[in-house]
């Protein structure tokens, strides 16, 4: 299983684009990188998924190197109730692991 | 909504009491999870029952039972807990290829069950 850092917690203001990154160096050939947002009281909730490149949906983008030895979240223009636990989940099938998670807080 | 309930939503129970967390999913999915979260730490997945098979976790204690009738209920039977097992309990569902595919299917998750034991 791959192992995977993130950072604790970030900053950030309103209105500016959110990037936050995850490191995943023993990722297998089959692995996906999917990203996970959670609210407190809250489960988890799917935010994006990605194999290599770039994705993008109508709330992020995930961009991944070629040696998708690492992946990266961007939030476009946050706001205040972006302000969530940003988790990073590397693996396929029944073989999977969730990082520490990212504590994001929004200022106004 | 996310599809995925849990019952009860909090639970407190001594060390000595048997009890158990009830899960189900209207999503028609066909694996679901355990997760324990507690402070301070990542996600734990505990069980995974996928196509009908149960995945062992043997780093999971005994005193956690877990039983999946069908493909919509999941239960987390509970005994002889400590005062360490005290966390968030969540439930997911997916829908997950066969075997022998990386795939990784969008889990669904349930509001969790915050449990104290005392």
């Known amino acids: 299983l791959a192992k995977i850092t993130q950072p604790i917690s970030m900053d950030s203001y309103e209105g500016q684009e959110v990037n936050i990154t995850c490191s995943h160096n023993?990722?297998?050939?089959?692995?996906?990188i999917t990203w996970y947002q959670q609210f407190p009281s809250q489960g988890p909730r799917f935010i994006i998924q990605g194999y290599k490149t770039k994705v993008t949906n109508e709330v992020a983008s995930l961009f991944i190197p070629a040696d998708r030895k690492s992946s990266t979240l961007s939030l476009p223009r946050v706001s205040l109730s972006d302000t969530a636990v940003y988790y990073c989940l590397v693996g396929g099938g029944q073989n999977f692991v969730f990082g520490p998670g990212t504590r994001l807080s929004v200022l106004p | 909504e996310t599809g995925v309930t849990q019952t009860p939503r909090h639970l407190v129970m001594g060390m000595t009491n048997k009890k158990s967390l009830k899960c189900e999913q209207h999503?028609?999915?066909?694996?679901m999870y355990w997760y324990k979260q507690s402070a301070k730490k990542p996600l734990e997945l505990m069980f995974v029952?996928?196509?009908?098979?149960?995945?062992e976790n043997n780093s999971v204690p005994s005193r956690f039972s877990p039983e999946c009738p069908n493909s919509s209920h999941l239960f987390l039977h509970l005994h002889t807990l400590q005062p360490e097992d005290s966390a968030l309990y969540l439930c997911?569902?997916?829908?997950?290829?066969?075997?022998?595919?990386?795939?990784?299917?969008?889990?669904?998750f349930g509001p969790g069950t915050r449990l104290t034991v005392t």
């Open positions: 997911a569902s997916s829908q997950e290829r066969p075997a022998g595919y990386g795939y990784l299917g969008e889990q669904y």
């Open positions: 999503l028609g999915h066909n694996a």
């Open positions: 029952y996928s196509l009908e098979e149960r995945v």
């Open positions: 023993n990722i297998a050939t089959n692995d996906y």
